[in-house]
């Protein structure tokens, strides 16, 4: 039997206030890990299945509310390693 090592997955935001809602994060998972959830208002927010998330942090260097503005397409394209 292999035991995996803990992946460290993103927190994307602390309250409703802190996602904009721009799917930014969704769009540059990997894994496919981040799915737009409705909550009680009926507003979608990023939600992340720890099971396929890899920790690869690139969804946190994207988000426009975290970095406050765009990173430049360098910044995504090394830290993927150019794919």
């Not at 409703?16 to 981040?34: E, K, L, N």
């Not at 799915?35 to 009680?40: F, G, Q, Y």
């Not at 507003?43 to 509310?65: E, K, N, S």
């Amino acid at each position: 039997m292999t035991t995996q090592t803990p992946v460290e997955v993103p927190q994307l935001f602390e309250s409703p206030s802190g996602c904009c809602g721009c799917t930014a994060c969704v769009a540059v998972c990997p894994q496919q890990a981040i799915a737009m959830r409705p909550d009680d208002e009926g507003f979608d927010y990023p939600w992340i299945d720890d099971a396929r998330c890899v920790g690869c942090m690139l969804c946190v260097r994207v988000c426009p509310m975290k970095n406050h503005g765009s990173p430049s397409p360098s910044t995504v394209e090394s830290s993927d390693g150019g794919r």
